[in-house]
């Protein structure tokens, strides 16, 4: 008896509950740059890393038995689970974030624009279908505009910058967009917020040994109150909200369609800049903004 095909995503328009579900995950995690730039203050970044994970162990727990979320446990299901948290919970923090340390605020976040680049790679060869001529172009759009838009708010040239960085880097952009594609494949049968609660919990349990060996008394008791903010929005607001907004978009829109939204997290970023950080706000960007919002534009009209 042959299996039955995984059920598609629903054909859905610009303004519908996928798109919302985008826009939320791209307004929290486009505030996750300044809330980490906040919460290394008290806490050092690698801890912070790992924080982002472990701290929003209790509440995927609460989220879990509240909702009787089953655990993805059978058949090809245990892996596609424990793959989705190395990649999307332990892999992408762990592997941006100490690549970020070791190279230019440009040239990383050039790597997050290219995101949704790894996502269609990987998507068109699990699917075995190769994205349309407007998906292409849309995304060359929305490309070209983040270019700008990050060559002219943090600049692309650095003494800062090493490959070392920008291979970490990069690698953790792919490990994310590794875990998106395998995440949506999982929503249809487990929903997405059973999907990734159960990938916190198995990557936070992975994960607290070598915070517990890292983070001793003086280290708790030195972090400050904007360092527990921070732990608090990157935990419940970075892993569990946006994921979980992020995961269902992607199922019920298509991953081609909304992973393109991603190009609008250095607008977000900026945007923050502007308003908590006084950044000024150029002609310049305002235009790249524009041209990226056009290049998503072209990807989700039907």
Same mark, same amino acid.
């Given at each position: 008896?042959?299996?039955?095909?995984? #059920?598609?995503?629903?054909?859905?328009?610009?303004?519908?509950? /996928?798109?919302?579900?985008?826009?939320?995950?791209?307004?929290?995690?486009?505030?996750?740059?300044?809330?980490?730039?906040?919460?290394?203050?008290?806490?050092?970044?690698?801890?912070?890393?790992?924080?982002?994970?472990?701290?929003?162990?209790?509440?995927?727990? $609460?989220?879990? /038995?509240?909702?009787?979320?089953?655990?993805?446990?059978?058949?090809?299901?245990?892996?596609?689970?424990?793959?989705?948290?190395?990649?999307?919970?332990?892999?992408?923090?762990?592997?941006?974030?100490?690549?970020?340390?070791?190279?230019?605020?440009?040239?990383?976040? $050039?790597?997050?624009?290219?995101?949704?680049?790894?996502?269609?790679?990987?998507?068109?060869?699990?699917?075995?279908?190769? #994205?349309?001529?407007?998906?292409?172009?849309?995304?060359?759009?929305?490309? $070209?505009?983040?270019?700008?838009?990050?060559?002219?708010?943090?600049?692309?040239?650095?003494?800062?910058?090493?490959?070392?960085?920008?291979?970490?880097?990069?690698?953790?952009?792919?490990?994310?967009?590794?875990?998106?594609?395998?995440? /949506?494949?999982?929503?249809?049968?487990?929903?997405?917020?059973?999907?990734?609660?159960?990938? $916190?919990?198995?990557?936070?349990? &992975?994960?607290? #040994?070598?915070?517990?060996?890292?983070?001793?008394?003086?280290?708790? /008791?030195?972090?400050?109150?904007?360092?527990?903010?921070?732990?608090?929005?990157?935990?419940?607001?970075?892993?569990?909200?946006?994921?979980?907004?992020?995961?269902?978009?992607?199922?019920?829109?298509?991953?081609?369609?909304?992973?393109?939204?991603?190009?609008?997290?250095?607008?977000?970023?900026?945007?923050?800049?502007?308003? &908590?950080?006084?950044?000024?706000?150029?002609?310049?960007?305002?235009?790249?903004?524009?041209?990226?919002?056009?290049?998503?534009?072209?990807?989700?009209?039907?």
């Amino acid at each position: 008896m042959s299996k039955a095909a995984p #059920p598609r995503p629903s054909a859905v328009g610009f303004f519908s509950l /996928a798109t919302a579900g985008a826009l939320v995950t791209i307004l929290t995690w486009g505030g996750t740059p300044i809330i980490t730039k906040f919460g290394i203050e008290s806490v050092d970044v690698l801890s912070l890393a790992l924080l982002r994970t472990v701290a929003a162990l209790p509440l995927a727990v $609460v989220i879990l /038995a509240a909702l009787r979320c089953p655990l993805p446990w059978r058949g090809q299901d245990k892996w596609l689970v424990l793959a989705f948290g190395v990649t999307g919970v332990i892999g992408f923090p762990v592997l941006f974030t100490l690549g970020v340390g070791l190279t230019s605020a440009g040239h990383a976040a $050039v790597v997050t624009a290219a995101t949704p680049v790894f996502v269609g790679f990987l998507e068109s060869i699990v699917s075995r279908k190769f #994205p349309p001529p407007r998906w292409w172009i849309g995304v060359s759009v929305a490309f $070209v505009g983040a270019l700008v838009l990050i060559g002219e708010s943090v600049g692309l040239d650095s003494v800062d910058a090493t490959w070392q960085g920008d291979l970490l880097a990069a690698l953790g952009g792919f490990s994310a967009a590794a875990s998106f594609v395998i995440g /949506a494949r999982l929503t249809p049968r487990y929903g997405a917020i059973g999907a990734t609660m159960w990938s $916190v919990v198995i990557a936070s349990v &992975f994960l607290l #040994p070598f915070l517990v060996t890292r983070m001793g008394v003086e280290a708790w /008791a030195a972090v400050e109150p904007l360092g527990w903010t921070a732990i608090v929005y990157l935990s419940v607001g970075s892993t569990i909200v946006a994921y979980i907004t992020w995961i269902y978009a992607l199922s019920r829109g298509g991953i081609g369609r909304m992973s393109v939204w991603q190009f609008a997290l250095p607008v977000v970023g900026v945007a923050g800049a502007a308003i &908590f950080l006084n950044e000024p706000l150029t002609p310049l960007l305002i235009a790249a903004t524009v041209i990226i919002l056009f290049g998503v534009g072209l990807v989700q009209r039907r």
